[in-house]
């Protein structure tokens, strides 16, 4: 029992330096954010889709608002015991009128709103799994320049020597790739607006 205890020491002895030989390298993804221009453009990207959402919303709120106050001077107005029956009548009529355009507006604003979220979301992931992508192209250049049998991504690491880090020549990489080809689509993120009203 001894023997195989101690051969089995021995041979994790011996896998030490074998192991130890392995090169790595350490990105920073932090960095990268930072840097990468794609990565910078995509967050200016994302920012202003978020920023017009709110406005779009904000607009939808301000309709709400004004459609609210409406329905509730016409209900006021029905209620007025001094018109006469066809006044009153005409006015719950309105009343009945903005209460429902109120109605559809708000269940519109709550669709763009859940839309427009999951639009977001959907363009961040996208966004994200293409820098990664990006990335790990790179990352496998440089490893293969520098003969690096591993890179790890830093965040992934408790600690890594300085001397580890590939990030800034993996950034300089895409950034020379990007401003080759800095084509970037992007589609509206705001769902289509109400159809006009004829």
């Given at each position: 029992?001894?023997?195989s205890l101690?051969?089995?020491?021995?041979?994790g002895?011996a896998?030490?330096?074998a192991?130890?030989?392995?090169k790595?390298?350490?990105v920073?993804?932090?960095?990268i954010?930072?840097?990468?221009?794609?990565?910078?453009d995509?967050?200016?990207?994302?920012?202003g889709?978020?920023e017009?959402?709110?406005a779009d919303l904000?607009?939808?709120?301000?309709?709400?608002k004004?459609?609210q106050?409406?329905?509730?001077?016409?209900?006021k107005?029905?209620?007025?015991p001094t018109l006469a029956e066809?006044?009153?009548?005409?006015k719950?009529a309105e009343?009945n009128?903005?209460?429902?355009?109120?109605?559809k507006s708000r269940?519109?604003?709550?669709r763009?709103?859940?839309?427009?979220?999951?639009?977001?979301?959907q363009?961040a992931?996208q966004f994200?799994?293409?820098?990664v992508?990006?990335v790990?192209?790179?990352a496998?250049?440089?490893?293969?320049e520098k003969g690096?049998?591993?890179?790890l991504?830093?965040g992934g690491?408790?600690?890594?020597a300085?001397?580890?880090?590939?990030?800034e020549?993996v950034?300089k990489?895409?950034n020379?790739?990007?401003a080759?080809?800095?084509?970037?689509?992007?589609?509206?993120v705001?769902?289509?607006?109400e159809?006009?009203?004829?």
């Amino acid at each position: 029992m001894k023997k195989s205890l101690l051969a089995i020491a021995l041979a994790g002895i011996a896998f030490v330096p074998a192991f130890a030989q392995q090169k790595v390298g350490v990105v920073d993804f932090l960095v990268i954010k930072q840097k990468y221009a794609k990565a910078v453009d995509n967050e200016k990207q994302l920012n202003g889709a978020v920023e017009g959402v709110k406005a779009d919303l904000s607009a939808r709120g301000d309709k709400l608002k004004k459609l609210q106050g409406e329905a509730e001077s016409a209900n006021k107005d029905a209620e007025n015991p001094t018109l006469a029956e066809a006044a009153r009548s005409a006015k719950k009529a309105e009343a009945n009128q903005k209460i429902q355009e109120f109605l559809k507006s708000r269940e519109e604003a709550m669709r763009v709103d859940q839309q427009a979220g999951m639009m977001l979301r959907q363009r961040a992931q996208q966004f994200e799994a293409e820098i990664v992508k990006d990335v790990s192209a790179k990352a496998e250049l440089v490893a293969k320049e520098k003969g690096l049998d591993l890179v790890l991504a830093k965040g992934g690491t408790l600690y890594s020597a300085p001397s580890l880090d590939i990030s800034e020549e993996v950034v300089k990489r895409l950034n020379e790739a990007y401003a080759a080809n800095p084509v970037n689509p992007s589609a509206p993120v705001t769902p289509a607006a109400e159809p006009a009203k004829k």
